[in-house]
């Protein structure tokens, strides 16, 4: 697929109008409230992974309205001292798996917490353990409808709150250096890692890659890809309810969320992403931070040739010696072959 989306000296200046809410932030203040209200943790038990240089132990936390949320949260093995944490977000239609298959943080020498996304991991992957009990507000079958028409009812009002209880989660496991918290992700889970950096103004720093649910209203112009194209279809049948729609997307839009983000932050970007469209993760990266009178680190990576998978592995070792810099500034980078 070639480039779709503005040139890419549009892209690097692009700064977008943004449609808030006027209760955006009474909105998210009040959810999050209400999520805290309860101890984070439910248990934590060990878990065999079948490795023996990481362990890993079953977590449960108490995510939007106390639901319980699962989680693998693993470390390596035989080390003692606090470790700066990585919560990871993983994609759309995708569980926590098994807890053997992300290693990097871990074999990065970092504590790494893994949530499972509510409601999700039937369509890839190896499955997930949350159900979402709320989800029966009218809406179309898949997640990134479900509960389209109110934002009090929408599926990622109940995800990004799990997202913001997570950080609280880890923070709370023994082992782990509550200061230095970092949120991660690709795809929704890049969308949720924005929506984290603007909804913990404490953390540690944010990894964004080909983040979903930014620049929501053109993206659902460009592209019919799923998950945006589920709620295009959702549409199509239900002709009048499309300005409910976009009010209730106007309060998950990643634009709004990075705006008052103040961590460092790493993004990358394909430029022919057809599913989460470039336009998006350069509006959210261009006015990062802009609402928090800071001037917070960050930087961009974009990859001219690739699609959705952005810059895969290459972009991973990015994202490794960026986060060795930030998180354990003393830290010397292992030698590139």
């Known amino acids: 697929m070639p480039a779709f989306d503005l040139p890419t000296t549009e892209l690097e200046r692009y700064r977008p109008d943004v449609q808030e809410p006027p209760d955006f932030d009474g909105f998210w203040n009040d959810t999050l409230k209400e999520a805290a209200q309860t101890d984070v943790l439910v248990s934590v038990r060990p878990a065999e992974n079948g490795l023996r240089l990481t362990r890993t132990w079953d977590v449960t936390f108490r995510g939007f309205a106390g639901d319980p949320v699962r989680a693998w949260y693993s470390r390596p093995a035989g080390v003692g001292e606090p470790l700066p944490a990585v919560v990871e977000y993983a994609g759309y239609g995708r569980g926590r798996g098994l807890p053997h298959e992300r290693l990097t ?96 103004p404490d953390l540690a720093a944010a990894l964004v890659t080909a983040p979903f649910l930014c620049g929501i209203r053109r993206a659902l112009d460009l592209t019919d890809a799923s998950p945006y194209g589920e709620i295009s279809a959702y549409l199509s049948v239900h002709r009048g309810a499309q300005e409910a729609a976009y009010r209730t997307l106007a309060y998950m839009e990643g634009v709004s969320f990075a705006r008052r983000a103040a961590a460092p932050a790493h993004f990358g970007v394909g430029l022919r992403d057809t599913v989460c469209p470039p336009s998006g993760a350069y509006a959210a990266f261009n006015r990062y931070g802009e609402l928090t009178g800071m001037d917070p680190r960050k930087e961009i990576h974009a990859y001219p040739y690739n699609g959705h998978e952005g810059g895969d592995a290459v972009q991973v070792r990015r994202q490794l010696d960026w986060a060795g810099g930030v998180l354990e500034p003393g830290r010397v980078s292992s030698p590139r072959g």
Not at 174 to 183: E, I, K, M, N
């Open 105 to 200: 943080w871990v074999n990065a020498g970092y504590a790494h917490l893994l949530m499972d996304n509510r409601g999700q991991g039937d369509q890839y992957g190896n499955g997930g353990s949350t159900p979402d009990p709320h989800a029966s507000a009218p809406g179309g079958p898949g997640p990134a409808a479900r509960g389209l028409l109110d934002p009090r009812d929408y599926h990622y009002r109940r995800l990004i709150t799990d997202a913001v209880r997570a950080v609280a989660a880890v923070r709370a496991l023994p082992g782990v250096d509550a200061t230095r918290v970092a949120a991660v992700g690709n795809s929704q889970g890049g969308g949720l890692a924005l929506a984290v950096a603007g909804l913990v």
